[in-house]
């Protein structure tokens, strides 16, 4: 969707609006002394102040981090953030690859993602593959939890959980709009709007960014994208003069989807030549999708001390990725993972998937991956806190009921190519490749209580999962779900998942925490499989001393047994099914730093900051798996996909009239199968370090003109060898655009 003609109303509106009315919004997420309040609803801490009083390692990205690059790809947030490791796909972020901590990255399948606190992977029980994910562009902050504390948010407690804050009702008539338009014709609109009376709220949000993408398909087609989405809140609540406060919010969410994009990478030979072009048999790659969310917040207070939020949500997503999946010659099956790997035991299958030579009728074989989900709850907290003589106490309880499902109802049509344009040649019948529901119903609480007395806090807490897994697959030839030849298999899991932290504090410039927690992660619905199970154990400390802040955390994760999945996105088969890896330790150090080269007084401000993690993985058991990226594991073996180093740095000139930015990021070398010693050229990625940069300068204060640069130094880098090749990062890419406030 072009941007011109919306945004030239959207501009009138919002001047209109803006007549006499005056700029009333500051910034309230700096380091600062906070009294014990209970947080507000649908966040994990709300501000850098309550991440940095933890008794676990957390990390809140506030809206003016996030304002700095205006970023529209959630890997280049995430990467500023020590202990987060992400491999990147298709350069845009549509689809990322998040790791917390040296958990399986594929997918972001192996960690709790929420968006206002509700848990918004497509089915985070049953097929947590992350193939939805919420836009960074129009979220005010992003909260990272990685210590002992997340027992409050499962099911996935190993690394930690990531919450997206969304736009919030602001506190008075207020809006913005930005637009910007750069490099490979890529535009980015994004308009909200709010209010705030006495007893009535609201903001409505609109976003849309595209691309016509970096890749090159030999017939010149469009590799790009298009999202829409948008966002509406309203919220209903008591008189301030009322003796029981009370409010209700009601919040909508509906984003669309087009992308061109291919799990068709290059080989090695081709991707030294032109790392940025296609194959001809990827042209008809192309992803649909849409998502909905209702969400219902009602807020209790009963008093300052004594809170109650329950939610009710659902989340609906509709996705079809068509896409290349499988090359015929003479009659015998390849998929392209197998061919792209080695063309060379594979020339006559090579041929056909570059287009050098023509293939018949049914050659090319595209799977429509046609899957609808449905994840929806409801989940109750209960905040109340009291004092007593010199000691603060906190008791939160959580109670979620959980229900969700993914529906697969898939086909394969044939494709033959000619002079390198494919061709229809079969058409498959929708449910004749996969016809199955896999579905799982939960019901999780928690309990966790914090202890503060003089400079000690303490957190211990309990969490407890009860899930029943469940399959049913149809026959192949059963279209209409009549029932003929039903297949069904149950897997059930119960489990206690406890956890403490510590937090001393010897004065206002240096403390030490810790933990010990148990992590956890859902098995499949294999009749018997256990789940993954691990002990975590984190030692650290935050500190501010010469003016430097910073904080360093050393972690330790000992799985007693590691499951593996089998996603089509690793270069599996997309089965889903989980295999048991069994023992592996993975231990690591984390450090950020941060420090203001001018005086704090100055017109001035020439803030820095240093984050680096160290992650060391290995495996304390050898085994055999058809995965792609685990194959012939032995004992030692480090694990796929997590670099060993990676640090990320950054330095911004900020002034009353302009900013600007400058970010680096070094991501190590990291091997793409598991292995040891020296990684091999064939079955690894390269270290690359990428400079962004963006500056702001304001017309007045209301307007102000934006300018970013992609990979300013125009580094040509592989950023993954998964889906089924290896695949480019974004090449250097200039935007420019206008941003208007009232």
Not at 16 to 22: E, G, M, N, W
């Amino acid at each position: 969707m072009k941007v011109n003609l919306t945004l030239s109303m959207l501009l009138v509106l919002s001047i209109s609006y803006a007549q006499d009315q005056k700029n009333v919004k500051k910034e309230k997420d700096s380091v600062q002394y906070l009294n014990e309040v209970i947080i507000q609803t649908n966040v994990i801490f709300g501000s850098k102040y309550e991440a940095q009083n933890r008794t676990g390692s957390s990390y809140y990205v506030s809206p003016k981090e996030l304002k700095k690059f205006n970023y529209t790809d959630i890997n280049r947030v995430l990467k500023t953030v020590p202990g987060v490791n992400i491999y990147e796909e298709d350069g845009f972020g549509l689809r990322p690859n998040i790791s917390l901590r040296g958990t399986s990255p594929e997918r972001s399948s192996k960690i709790s993602i929420m968006e206002d606190g509700v848990l918004i992977a497509p089915a985070p029980y049953s097929a947590p593959a992350a193939y939805y994910f919420p836009s960074i562009a129009r979220m005010e902050a992003i909260e990272i939890l990685k210590g002992s504390s997340q027992v409050q948010y499962g099911p996935f407690t190993t690394g930690g959980a990531i919450n997206m804050v969304s736009s919030q009702i602001p506190e008075t008539l207020s809006g913005s709009v930005l637009a910007s338009y750069g490099s490979f014709n890529s535009g980015q609109l994004r308009a909200k709007i709010g209010d705030n009376k006495p007893t009535f709220g609201y903001m409505v949000e609109y976003l849309n960014y595209n691309s016509d993408g970096f890749k090159n398909l030999p017939n010149g087609a469009n590799t790009g994208f298009d999202k829409n989405d948008m966002v509406a809140k309203f919220r209903l609540n008591s008189k301030p003069e009322a003796a029981l406060q009370q409010a209700l919010e009601v919040k909508f969410q509906y984003s669309d989807e087009v992308a061109n994009e291919t799990y068709l990478g290059l080989t090695d030979t081709d991707f030294s030549l032109n790392p940025f072009n296609r194959y001809a048999s990827s042209q008809k790659d192309k992803m649909t999708n849409d998502h909905i969310q209702l969400q219902l917040t009602h807020t209790l207070d009963f008093n300052p001390n004594f809170r109650i939020t329950t939610n009710a949500y659902y989340n609906g997503f509709s996705r079809n990725w068509y896409k290349l999946n499988d090359v015929v010659f003479e009659g015998q099956k390849v998929g392209i993972s197998s061919i792209v790997e080695d063309p060379e035991n594979y020339p006559s299958y090579f041929s056909i998937v570059n287009g050098s030579v023509d293939g018949g009728d049914n050659a090319l074989l595209v799977k429509a991956n046609n899957r609808k989900y449905i994840s929806k709850g409801v989940q109750t907290k209960f905040d109340y806190h009291f004092n007593t003589a010199n000691v603060f106490h906190d008791i939160e309880i959580g109670l979620r009921y959980h229900y969700d499902e993914e529906d697969r109802f898939q086909w394969v049509d044939g494709y033959n190519i000619t002079n390198g344009q494919m061709e229809l040649s079969s058409k498959g019948t929708p449910g004749s490749d996969a016809n199955r529901i896999s579905d799982a119903k939960a019901f999780a609480a928690f309990a966790l209580y914090k202890f503060k007395y003089d400079k000690l806090t303490l957190t211990p807490g309990i969490r407890y999962e009860n899930i029943t897994l469940g399959r049913t697959n149809y026959a192949s030839t059963d279209f209409e779900r009549t029932g003929i030849n039903l297949s069904y298999r149950e897997n059930k899991v119960d489990v206690f998942i406890p956890g403490i932290g510590a937090n001393y504090k010897f004065n206002k410039n240096i403390s030490a925490f810790g933990g010990v927690h148990k992590g956890f992660s859902p098995p499949s619905n294999q009749v018997g499989q256990k789940p993954e199970e691990s002990i975590n154990y984190e030692l650290g400390s935050r500190f501010s001393v010469f003016g430097i802040r910073g904080e360093l955390v050393g972690f330790f994760n000992d799985y007693s047994n590691l499951l593996g999945s089998d996603l089509a996105a690793s270069g599996g088969t997309g089965s889903l099914e989980q295999f048991n890896a069994g023992e592996v330790e993975v231990k690591g150090i984390e450090l950020l730093l941060n420090y203001n080269l001018l005086p704090s007084n100055g017109p001035y401000a020439l803030p820095i900051s240093f984050g680096y993690t160290f992650t060391d993985t290995k495996f304390l058991n050898s085994f055999g798996s058809e995965d792609a990226i685990w194959g012939e594991v032995r004992a030692g073996d480090e694990l796929p996909y997590i670099a060993k180093h990676q640090f990320n740095t950054s330095i911004s000139l900020e002034h009353a009239k302009f900013e600007l930015n400058l970010n680096g990021r070094f991501n190590g070398a990291f091997r793409t199968i598991a292995g040891s010693g020296k990684i091999p050229d064939a079955n690894g990625v390269d270290s690359n370090f990428i400079l962004d940069f963006s500056g702001k300068y304001h017309l007045n204060k209301n307007l102000s003109i934006t300018g970013n640069v992609i990979n300013l130094l125009d580094k040509t880098y592989a950023v993954s060898r998964v889906p089924s090749g290896l695949r480019p990062g974004l090449p250097f890419g200039a935007y420019a655009g206008l941003e208007f406030n009232f």
